[in-house]
């Protein structure tokens, strides 16, 4: 039996219209899915209202892709916490390596959208990883290191943290279930020097990365893979049921 209880989150990044969203969900909703795992969809913002409405009375989570580190304000293209809350959503990503290849985020700002969002009470799972040159380079724990060391400043209790390497997001390349566990290993590690050892033990800390069915038992049977961050296999309802109770599985100790 594992002690924290699994979290399988889908971001469809910039997928699913409205209508495509509902139906999605819909189809999420007909499936009997385990209980004893959380499971979240992080839709595109403009998907969320009618998301919200669907998932009004059901166990699945309402999360967004990002969050601005303020309330209000001239921001440009910005969302903030308050307006998220407003509308139904209680998790939000932050520092995913898209937002950090493409649009030049940074740890800081990653930690500051993070507390914000967690100021209005919204639960925040905070992406770290190394690209492919940096795992070459033996630079991946320095790398994680550095991400890692900006969520002193977070509540423990409204944070998980999402292992992503770079070189396996969207690629169809997986981490190995050895090379998974070892950076969550590490990355625990850097929760117990930046918390303490209890708190590290209840964050729960996701592997994403082309996680899918044939491989999601293998990862999060690993000791401190508590769940994933999944992309492409969230725009599919069967897929991302399938993940849901391969965690349940394992949470189960099957
Ligand atoms: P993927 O994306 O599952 O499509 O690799 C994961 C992510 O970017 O969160």
Not at 129 to 140: I, N
């Amino acid at each position: 039996m594992k002690q924290r209880r699994p979290l399988i989150a889908g971001n469809w990044k910039m997928n699913n219209n409205v209508d495509q969203a509902s139906s999605l969900i819909e189809g999420l909703l007909n499936e009997d899915l385990p209980q004893s795992v959380d499971a979240v969809v992080c839709p595109p913002y403009l998907s969320i209202p009618a998301s919200a409405m669907l998932l009004s009375s059901s166990t699945i989570g309402l999360g967004a892709q990002n969050v601005h580190w303020e309330s209000s304000g001239a921001f440009t293209a910005e969302v903030s916490a308050p307006m998220l809350k407003e509308a139904g959503v209680e998790w939000v990503i932050v520092g995913h390596s898209e937002r950090r290849t493409f649009f030049g985020e940074s740890d800081s700002t990653a930690s500051q959208r993070a507390l914000r969002a967690q100021e209005e009470g919204l639960n925040v799972i905070v992406c770290i990883g190394e690209t492919l040159d940096e795992r070459e380079s033996a630079e991946t724990f320095a790398i994680l290191e550095r991400q890692i060391s900006v969520v002193g400043i977070l509540d423990p209790h409204l944070l998980s943290l999402a292992y992503e390497p770079v070189w396996a997001i969207g690629t169809g390349k997986t981490a190995s279930t050895d090379q998974a566990q070892e950076a969550h290993s590490f990355v625990r590690k850097q929760l117990t020097k930046i918390f303490d050892s209890t708190t590290s033990q209840q964050i729960r800390i996701l592997y994403g990365g082309s996680l899918k069915p044939a491989n999601a038992h293998a990862l999060i049977g690993q000791e401190d893979v508590d769940g994933g961050l999944i992309g492409g296999a969230s725009l599919d309802v069967a897929s991302f049921s399938a993940i849901i109770r391969a965690a349940a599985d394992c949470a189960a100790g099957d």
